[in-house]
């Protein structure tokens, strides 16, 4: 509380009061209906923020001087709460991969049942640990490459805590049974509206850094942060559009319907690899990687090309997701030809990843925090290339609907999209907590290595297991009928289950890992260093040419 | 004016550009990000030519191939269905026998047989049609409805207790909730009916078993037979034989009598054509026969 002003003190307990007044509305109006769990939920976090803030109201008031400094509690807090959301995720993760192996392993419970608990998974992996991670280096990034501070100390924790009420709204939901049923999009609409007012709010927060800035030029990384949060913004906007059955139910019908709807929910779900999955974390492996490396951006040309190509192609690409379906054809063929052009810039961007390590190989070598973020580039390149390849008609004909498609997304996923997070976090957390080095260079070293080979084991299963579906569903006796039923192809992938699993499980122990030396390295961390070791906060520059 | 450097390593001038000590190299796109650009835009080109692609207003150019992909469609069900047909279509007045006799056609309806039971059947009645409670076994030789390949295909057809118009009823009614038998009386036919399978219980408690089977005699007989050996007009089971839907213990046999049966069989009509029912039912007798006896 120290940090907030007098008035922002006072913004944050109204909006705790809000919250706690509308949250109690929901709840008691609502009674009987999943919304009411929900309505507590929102009071409960209001009455939570209203303690804090009144238990801090009479504080001294914050440092004069602290514009002078970098705001970077909420990326610390964010730091933290990632990697919490990524253990817990993937954890779920990993229960799913076994339940496949062993179905009968739900207790009987609704809640435990597979159709629950994989949404569970992917929304606490892609937006619990993907999300807090993004927000927390882009505060970070944003204030580095601008030299300044965050215009004010309450828009940050909005955002991030606001964030992560939306998170666990969504997660308690599917556990509950509520969903939109759209992939990726399972939250209902009341909290997609919450995540709205958070959104906006994020991104008027990082317009008003950048207006703040002090260096004349606008720095890559932050092309992509803000291509991220405005396009973001406006897929969730548009797939979210519901009519909800009344103001006090959970349910709401989408304000599309059939092939619409696909098309709709398809433009969202592949953009959303495109922008959160992709354009953020690209801004993510921008900075952290040659801050590591120690060696210029081999190309600011490419940069700029492989910027635009990848915001123009990607919006085109969705319907590949629909191939033979009931999208027309046509659609389907601008999806497959801007997947294919999408191809050349996504590689111009991991070859620019990789041609700036030129120089610095030697300490891709010993550095395992910078050997995450090298290979977070080859599989960005690899699972490009898998995604464009697959979006060809007649490839994805094979590999649609089976275990291809999952392995495609963890190969992006894992290899692409967790290994430069954790990168990108070895790189930020000694600097955050102002020490030399994180506590243990050894377990960045396990770390590393039990994420490469759990990706690995994961990603060849799945190959195997695809590939065997897709011949599977496809072979014809000669007498004209199928040579397979379901089932056979269902046992067939038994053993490609278990190496999954068992991949998967490798893959978690390592985040367990780092997130064990993360916890270390700021119970140990002693301040050693000074705030001398980022770029001072400085004067406007004249401005850019 | 921002002035750039020279790095040493790779000879490149820097833009003059500095981000908290990141700087950023000149150099030129890499030729090849320009080449493949062109290419994969070229190669998009020719979809668009030759492919449906682009809309305009209400409609959508056709692309030059004329490629309709609905009637390439039609088009190979169609073949495939006539390659089909030449071995299936003779399986609709075919007997038993006669398929049996042709090894060649034999070996083809277990390949479909296996396929077409996986998909539709073995959800319920198990991947080796071996049952399971309440789903019969296919593969002994007790059947409700009559064991030719006749009376199998018209239970496919129709089903057992389904919407279907012809469908086959069998209604196990619930004697004991309706109140034509109290639970003493339930508990004497039960072991009567156990006593068919296992004359041992006749030894043991032979009052017992004779009451019981006075009961049965007026309040089963009529749908299960005087000798309890089924009906399969009335689809009603035979009680004297091991063969159990439910279960032949204690516990399952009152739950039968005191609340009913009704089992629910999916008619295949329009979802499997006459000669993929017969085939099933073929593939299903085959299949009984090579069971271990």
């Not at chain 1, 991104?203 to 606008?218: C, G, K, Q």
């Amino acid at each position: 509380m120290g940090h907030l002003t007098q008035g922002e003190r006072e913004l944050a307990l109204l909006t705790g009061a809000l919250l706690l007044a509308l949250g109690m509305l929901m709840m008691v109006m609502a009674w009987g209906d999943p919304l009411s769990v929900h309505g507590a939920m929102f009071g409960f976090s209001g009455a939570a923020v209203m303690a804090v803030t009144l238990r801090g109201m009479f504080a001294p008031a914050p440092d004069e001087n602290r514009f002078a400094s970098y705001y970077d509690a909420p990326s610390k807090a964010g730091i933290v709460i990632a990697m919490i959301w990524g253990v817990f995720a993937m954890f779920i993760g990993d229960w799913v991969a076994w339940l496949l192996v062993f179905p009968e392993m739900t207790f009987d419970a609704g809640w435990a049942s597979f159709g629950r608990l994989r949404p569970v998974h992917t929304t606490g992996v892609i937006f619990g640990f993907g999300g807090n991670a993004l927000i927390a280096t882009s505060f970070h990034v944003v204030q580095r490459t601008c030299r300044t501070r965050l215009p004010d100390q309450f828009s940050p924790w909005f955002v991030l805590l606001g964030y992560n009420l939306f998170c666990l709204i969504a997660v308690s939901g599917y556990m509950l049974g509520v969903t939109q049923s759209k992939e990726y999009a399972e939250p209902e609409w009341y909290a997609d509206i919450w995540l709205v007012i958070v959104w906006v709010a994020y991104f008027l927060l990082y317009m008003r850094t950048l207006a703040r800035r002090n260096e004349p030029h606008i720095y890559v990384a932050n092309w992509y942060f803000l291509a991220f949060i405005l396009v973001v913004a406006i897929l969730h906007i548009v797939n979210g559009l519901a009519v909800p059955v009344s103001a006090f139910s959970a349910k709401s019908y989408s304000a599309f319907s059939g092939v619409q709807d696909a098309m709709t929910q398809w433009w969202y779900g592949h953009n959303a690899v495109a922008f959160f999955l992709t354009a953020g974390f690209l801004g993510m492996m921008y900075y952290y990687l040659p801050m590591q490396a120690g060696r210029p951006i081999y190309s600011y040309r490419t940069s700029i090309v492989s910027f635009w190509g990848i915001t123009f192609f990607y919006m085109w690409a969705g319907s590949h997701h629909l191939h033979y379906t009931a999208l027309p054809f046509w659609v389907q063929t601008l999806g497959m030809s801007f997947s294919i052009m999408l191809l050349i810039p996504s590689w111009a961007s991991a070859a620019n990843a990789l041609l700036t390590l030129n120089g610095a190989w030697d300490k891709v070598r010993t550095d395992a925090t910078l050997r995450f973020m090298a290979l977070a580039a080859i599989f960005y390149g690899l699972s490009t290339f898998e995604g464009s390849f697959m979006a060809i008609r007649p490839v994805n004909a094979l590999s649609h609907y089976t275990d291809w498609t999952v392995g495609h997304v963890h190969a992006g996923a894992l290899g692409w999209v967790a290994l430069i997070v954790f990168g990108a976090f070895y790189a930020a957390t000694p600097k955050l907590w102002k020490c030399e080095r994180m506590y243990s260079p050894g377990l960045i070293e396990v770390h590393f290595w039990l994420a490469l080979s759990g990706t690995l084991i994961y990603v060849f299963a799945m190959w195997n297991s695809g590939i065997i579906q897709g011949l599977m569903w496809r072979t014809y006796n000669d007498g004209g009928t199928l040579a397979y039923s379901f089932m056979d192809s269902v046992n067939a992938m038994y053993p490609y289950y278990i190496a999954r699993a068992f991949g998967g499980l490798l893959f978690l122990l390592g985040a367990v890992v780092g997130l064990y030396n993360i916890v270390m390295t700021i119970r140990t961390a002693a301040d050693t260093l000074s705030e001398a070791e980022d770029r001072p906060l400085g004067p406007i520059l004249e401005p850019a040419e | 004016m921002s002035v750039g450097e020279r790095d040493p390593h790779s000879g490149y001038m820097t833009t003059g550009h500095e981000w908290n000590g990141i700087k950023e190299l000149n150099t030129p796109v890499p030729r090849p990000v320009w080449l493949f650009l062109i290419a994969s835009f070229l190669i998009s080109v020719m979809m668009w030519v030759l492919l449906p692609a682009w809309p305009l207003g209400s409609t959508f150019t056709r692309g030059a191939l004329g490629y309709n992909e609905r009637a390439a469609l039609d088009e190979r069900v169609a073949v495939a269905a006539s390659a089909r047909a030449s071995w299936m279509t003779p399986l609709e007045t075919m007997s038993y026998e006669e398929a049996r006799a042709d090894s060649d056609l034999l070996m083809r309806v277990k390949q479909t047989g296996q396929t077409l039971f996986g998909d539709n059947c073995a959800a319920c009645h198990g991947v080796e049609a071996k049952g399971g409670p309440g789903y019969p076994n296919l593969v002994d030789t007790a059947w409700l409805w009559g064991g030719d390949i006749d009376a199998i295909s018209e239970t496919l057809r129709v089903g057992i207790n389904t919407e279907h118009p012809d469908t086959q009823y069998a209604q196990m009614p619930s004697l004991g909730r309706d109140g034509a038998l109290d639970k003493k009386s339930i508990l004497r036919v039960i072991s009567y009916v156990q006593s068919l399978s296992n004359p041992a219980i006749a030894e043991e408690a032979p009052a017992r078993v004779a009451e019981g089977n006075a009961l049965f005699a007026e309040n089963c007989s009529s749908c299960h037979g005087e000798d309890a050996k089924g009906i399969q007009e009335l689809g009603a089971p035979n009680l004297a034989d091991k063969a159990w839907i439910y279960g032949g213990d204690r516990a399952s046999l009152y739950q039968t009598i005191q609340y009913g049966r009704n089992g629910h069989m999916p008619a295949w009509e329009g979802r499997l054509s006459e000669a993929e029912r017969r085939l099933l039912a073929i593939y299903l007798l085959d299949l009984a026969e090579s069971q271990p006896q």
